[in-house]
């Protein structure tokens, strides 16, 4: 695979994916609607505020790279674009409307678990149950022209392990995830946090004390 998306390209694919199996008789997509597509506020992780010129340039990037086309009606005087990344017959990528939508939500989304993925997909794609959603991911991971996926560590307190696209290039995994490097420490519950700082109070606690035994045995030493 020789695909490598910045996150902002991968926003925009997400979401060109999604407009076009969710609305497709308001697709291809202008630049402002696309703007609102990708600052939505539901369906995307991280939220994002992007501007339309950031748009613009992140889609010109795209037509260079060929993975968006554009493509506005007769008449129409307002450039719209649609993705050429998969099943539309300018590329080599192809997907199953289940591989498409697990894709597409892991573009828009970032690292889910296949119970996650389970509600999320059912909008874009008949709903399968966990087992198929695993499958799915399963191929995703070791297809020969991929892989596409990869599964993370199992985060503390989490049943499940999380799966991430590899389409922005290598992604940090865990100790007992399959081939990477180590992933980021997950940020802290907040039981978590409150037990880190308790546990810097009693070390600040303790130095404090021993500063002041230092300092009375230093007393004792001159006199």
């Keep these: 695979m020789n695909i490598l998306l910045s ?46 010129r950031e748009v613009q340039a992140t ?25 050429r990344f998969c099943n539309t017959g300018f590329g080599t990528l192809e997907f199953n409307p289940l591989e498409t939508a697990i894709l597409c939500e892991l573009l828009l989304r970032g690292p889910q678990t296949p119970g996650e993925l389970r509600g999320r997909v059912g ?29 993370l560590a199992r985060e503390p307190g989490r049943r499940d ?20 490097a180590a992933m980021p420490a997950a940020a802290a519950t907040p039981s978590e946090a409150a037990t880190r700082v308790d546990r810097i109070e009693r070390l600040e606690s303790l130095v404090a004390e021993l500063r002041r035994e230092v300092e009375e045995l230093k007393g004792l030493l001159i006199k």
């Design 7 to 52: 996150a902002s390209e991968a926003r925009v694919i997400g979401c060109l994916i999604e407009k076009a199996l969710t609305t497709p008789d308001q697709y291809p997509l202008s630049v402002n609607a696309l703007t609102n597509a990708c600052n939505q506020k539901s369906n995307r992780d991280p939220l994002l505020n992007l501007q339309e």
């Design 161 to 180: 392990s999380r799966y991430a696209h590899l389409f922005s290039g290598p992604v940090e995994v865990g100790e007992d995830a399959p081939l990477g």
């Design 123 to 151: 909008r874009m794609a008949e709903n399968a149950d966990v087992t198929l959603v695993e499958s799915a991911l399963e191929q995703l991971s070791e297809r020969s022209d991929g892989p596409f996926v990869i599964r």
């Design 59 to 83: 889609v010109d990037g795209l037509l260079a790279k060929h993975l968006v086309l554009e493509r506005s009606g007769f008449g129409s005087r307002v450039p719209k674009y649609q993705h």
